[in-house]
């Protein structure tokens, strides 16, 4: 298991049994990638306390901070296994926007924001749609009127 600590007012990432050599630690080449992406989840849920903090004019502990980080990444975990299961036992090796609300579906808050968003995504792709298909009849009746032209000059 690895924690992300401060010590010093320093990030520091530690796996459970290992030792620190001077404020380094040493990962095997494949943590590499899951130590940045929790590092990156708990400075930003620390930035996201500094602000909430201020408003507020409280103080949130680093601890508080840590253990709000390890909650957030931990959830994420497990939403991440749960739309591959999702995915998996529809028989598709590809995540949809269906997966994503029925991983949401036990916040309700969570749930609505993502329906709200699934809702503008299906409007915008419809636009779009609609757009192409008139952009791709402007051509076509453009290419027609330059074949007409060049009978007629023929």
């Not at 497990?78 to 991983?103: G, P, S, W, Y």
């Amino acid at each position: 298991m690895t924690t992300v600590n401060w010590e010093n007012d320093k990030l520091v990432c530690v796996q459970k049994g290992e030792k620190k050599n001077r404020g380094w630690t040493h990962w095997m080449e494949g943590d590499t990638l899951y130590l940045r992406l929790k590092a990156a989840v708990h400075y930003t849920v620390g930035s996201l306390c500094q602000h909430i903090a201020a408003d507020c004019e409280k103080q949130i502990t680093k601890q508080t901070i840590a253990a709000i980080a390890e909650t957030a990444f931990r959830q994420c975990d497990i939403f991440a296994k749960d739309l591959e299961a999702f995915a998996r036992h529809a028989k598709r090796n590809t995540v949809t926007v269906d997966d994503v609300k029925l991983t949401a579906r036990r916040t309700t808050a969570l749930h609505n924001y993502i329906q709200q968003k699934s809702e503008e995504l299906a409007l915008n792709n419809q636009e779009l749609k609609e757009k192409r298909k008139k952009n791709a009849a402007k051509r076509k009746s453009k290419d027609m009127e330059a074949e007409e032209e060049n009978e007629v000059e023929d």
